[in-house]
């Protein structure tokens, strides 16, 4: 609303004058009062959160849950079979070494 005011009504309001600025005595009021005219940061994203995001986000929710389906398959065959194979869970066969 500050470009309604007239000049003089504006200049009263900021406690200024036009012409010369703020005197060092108002300045350092207006410091101590509003603190100092800088910007503040941009609030920034955890770094958990983007490991989280990384880590159950996008493709990776389908291999956890590609994941949790192995695992649920041996526990299926270990509960039927006397001695379950592990080809389930293993990743790779390594026996011609």
Not at 14 to 42: C, I, M
Request: aromatic fraction near 8%.
């Amino acid at each position: 609303e500050d470009h309604k005011l007239s000049l003089d009504e504006l200049s009263r309001k900021y406690g200024t004058d036009l012409t010369r600025g703020l005197t060092s005595a108002r300045a350092a009021e207006v410091l101590a009062l509003e603190g100092p005219n800088a910007l503040t940061p941009p609030p920034t994203t955890p770094e958990w959160v983007k490991f989280c995001r990384q880590l159950f986000g996008g493709f990776s929710i389908l291999l956890w849950i590609g994941a949790l389906l192995c695992f649920l398959a041996y526990s299926i065959q270990a509960v039927m079979e006397e001695e379950p194979s592990n080809d389930n869970v293993s990743p790779c066969e390594c026996d011609n070494i």
